[in-house]
Nanobody
Framework: QVQLTESGGDSVQSGGSLRLSCVAS????????MAWFRRRPGKQLEQVAK???????TYADDVEDRFTLSRDSEKNSLYLQMTNLKPEDTGVYLC???????????WGQGTQVTVSS
Protein backbone atom coordinates (compact mmCIF):
# COMPACT_ATOMS: atom_id res chain seq x y z
CA GLN A 1 0.00 0.00 0.00
CA VAL A 2 1.19 3.49 -0.84
CA GLN A 3 0.63 6.58 1.25
CA LEU A 4 1.23 10.15 0.17
CA THR A 5 1.62 12.81 2.84
CA GLU A 6 1.53 16.48 1.90
CA SER A 7 2.70 19.41 3.96
CA GLY A 8 3.60 23.05 3.57
CA GLY A 9 0.22 24.61 3.03
CA ASP A 10 -0.39 27.88 4.84
CA SER A 11 -2.06 31.27 4.67
CA VAL A 12 0.00 33.96 2.95
CA GLN A 13 -0.43 37.40 1.49
CA SER A 14 -0.64 37.97 -2.23
CA GLY A 15 2.86 37.94 -3.69
CA GLY A 16 4.12 35.52 -1.07
CA SER A 17 5.74 32.13 -1.47
CA LEU A 18 5.19 28.62 -0.20
CA ARG A 19 6.88 25.28 -0.68
CA LEU A 20 4.70 22.21 -0.68
CA SER A 21 6.11 18.77 0.01
CA CYS A 22 4.76 15.32 -0.69
CA VAL A 23 6.40 12.22 0.75
CA ALA A 24 5.57 8.75 -0.52
CA SER A 25 5.78 5.78 1.80
CA UNK A 26 5.02 2.10 1.42
CA UNK A 27 5.69 -0.16 -1.54
CA UNK A 28 5.38 1.14 -5.04
CA UNK A 29 6.92 0.79 -8.47
CA UNK A 30 10.08 2.66 -9.35
CA UNK A 31 8.62 4.09 -12.54
CA UNK A 32 5.96 6.60 -11.62
CA UNK A 33 4.44 9.87 -12.63
CA MET A 34 3.89 12.32 -9.81
CA ALA A 35 1.81 15.44 -9.90
CA TRP A 36 0.23 18.22 -7.90
CA PHE A 37 -3.43 18.93 -8.39
CA ARG A 38 -5.55 21.60 -6.79
CA ARG A 39 -9.19 22.02 -5.97
CA ARG A 40 -10.14 25.66 -5.92
CA PRO A 41 -13.44 26.92 -4.52
CA GLY A 42 -16.20 26.51 -7.08
CA LYS A 43 -13.88 24.89 -9.64
CA GLN A 44 -13.07 21.40 -10.80
CA LEU A 45 -9.99 19.52 -9.80
CA GLU A 46 -7.10 20.57 -12.03
CA GLN A 47 -3.55 19.46 -12.57
CA VAL A 48 -1.00 22.08 -11.56
CA ALA A 49 2.26 20.36 -12.46
CA LYS A 50 3.45 16.89 -13.33
CA UNK A 51 6.79 15.14 -13.48
CA UNK A 52 7.46 11.88 -15.25
CA UNK A 53 10.02 9.17 -14.53
CA UNK A 54 12.51 10.84 -16.85
CA UNK A 55 11.97 14.13 -15.01
CA UNK A 56 10.06 15.74 -17.84
CA UNK A 57 7.82 18.43 -16.34
CA THR A 58 4.61 20.06 -17.47
CA TYR A 59 2.80 22.98 -15.86
CA ALA A 60 -0.63 24.49 -16.08
CA ASP A 61 -0.52 27.69 -18.10
CA ASP A 62 -1.39 29.99 -15.23
CA VAL A 63 1.41 28.76 -12.96
CA GLU A 64 4.24 28.05 -15.40
CA ASP A 65 6.20 31.22 -14.66
CA ARG A 66 5.54 31.15 -10.90
CA PHE A 67 5.69 27.54 -9.72
CA THR A 68 8.60 25.10 -9.84
CA LEU A 69 8.18 21.37 -9.51
CA SER A 70 11.00 19.14 -8.34
CA ARG A 71 11.46 15.57 -7.24
CA ASP A 72 13.92 13.77 -5.01
CA SER A 73 13.75 10.10 -5.90
CA GLU A 74 16.04 9.07 -3.04
CA LYS A 75 13.69 10.66 -0.54
CA ASN A 76 10.56 9.59 -2.43
CA SER A 77 9.52 13.21 -2.31
CA LEU A 78 7.88 15.73 -4.58
CA TYR A 79 8.05 19.47 -4.07
CA LEU A 80 6.19 22.47 -5.43
CA GLN A 81 7.85 25.82 -4.96
CA MET A 82 5.21 28.50 -5.40
CA THR A 83 6.14 32.15 -5.79
CA ASN A 84 4.19 35.33 -6.48
CA LEU A 85 1.09 33.69 -5.13
CA LYS A 86 -2.27 35.16 -6.06
CA PRO A 87 -5.66 34.93 -4.36
CA GLU A 88 -6.84 32.70 -7.20
CA ASP A 89 -4.23 30.13 -6.17
CA THR A 90 -6.25 29.49 -3.02
CA GLY A 91 -7.35 25.90 -2.71
CA VAL A 92 -6.51 22.43 -1.52
CA TYR A 93 -3.37 21.06 -3.15
CA LEU A 94 -3.18 17.30 -3.57
CA CYS A 95 -0.31 15.05 -4.48
CA UNK A 96 -0.87 12.19 -6.92
CA UNK A 97 1.23 9.19 -7.88
CA UNK A 98 0.53 6.98 -10.90
CA UNK A 99 2.55 3.79 -11.22
CA UNK A 100 3.32 3.49 -14.90
CA UNK A 101 2.89 -0.24 -15.52
CA UNK A 102 0.05 -1.11 -13.18
CA UNK A 103 -1.76 2.20 -13.47
CA UNK A 104 -2.36 2.23 -9.76
CA UNK A 105 -3.19 5.78 -8.69
CA UNK A 106 -2.71 7.10 -5.18
CA TRP A 107 -3.79 10.45 -3.77
CA GLY A 108 -2.73 12.33 -0.71
CA GLN A 109 -5.24 14.01 1.56
CA GLY A 110 -4.24 17.50 0.52
CA THR A 111 -2.84 20.62 2.09
CA GLN A 112 -4.66 23.95 2.21
CA VAL A 113 -3.19 27.03 0.57
CA THR A 114 -4.89 30.34 1.25
CA VAL A 115 -3.74 33.55 -0.41
CA SER A 116 -5.25 36.81 0.74
CA SER A 117 -5.14 40.08 -1.15
Amino acid sequence: QVQLTESGGDSVQSGGSLRLSCVASGTFASVVDMAWFRRRPGKQLEQVAKIGPTFSITYADDVEDRFTLSRDSEKNSLYLQMTNLKPEDTGVYLCQMVEKFSGRTTWGQGTQVTVSS
